[in-house]
């Protein structure tokens, strides 16, 4: 800033750049949410040690966000299901390579196949840093 304490026209087109950029910032994370909300299946976010940070709410999986957030899958499956889980992410994190299971789950008292896709999400090095894991209904094509 100048001696006046008042901005220079170029300092004012940079605050206006940066507010516009800003703008389309959040515009994408609306448009990002709004995807994710109309998925049908069930989206999570995840920790490179699996544990859940992000949960899209899926209608055909009756939990909530505040019962996935924080925990890991020890904490929400069986053994067998939290083993090829934490499996799967060992190997996404290690490789840096999306990974893909079918899994019988338990849903409202009902086995279902679903499938689970699991994809790095990487920072500038090629490290993983999150992982997201995409569920779909596969039960009728398995059956």
Known sequence: MNSNDKPTYEELEKLVQKLKTQVKVNQNKDRLRLLLDAF???????KPSGEYIYYNKAKDY???SESIIGKMPEDLFS???????KTAFEKVK????????EILFDVKGEEKWFSAYIYPLKDKN?????MVKIYRDIHLRKV
């Open 62 to 64: 009756p939990t909530t």
């Open 79 to 85: 053994p067998a299901i939290s083993i090829l889980l």
């Open 126 to 130: 090629g490290n993983v840093i999150e």
């Open 94 to 101: 290690e490789k840096g390579e999306s990974e893909m299971l």
């Open 40 to 46: 049908e299946g069930m989206i999570t976010f995840h």
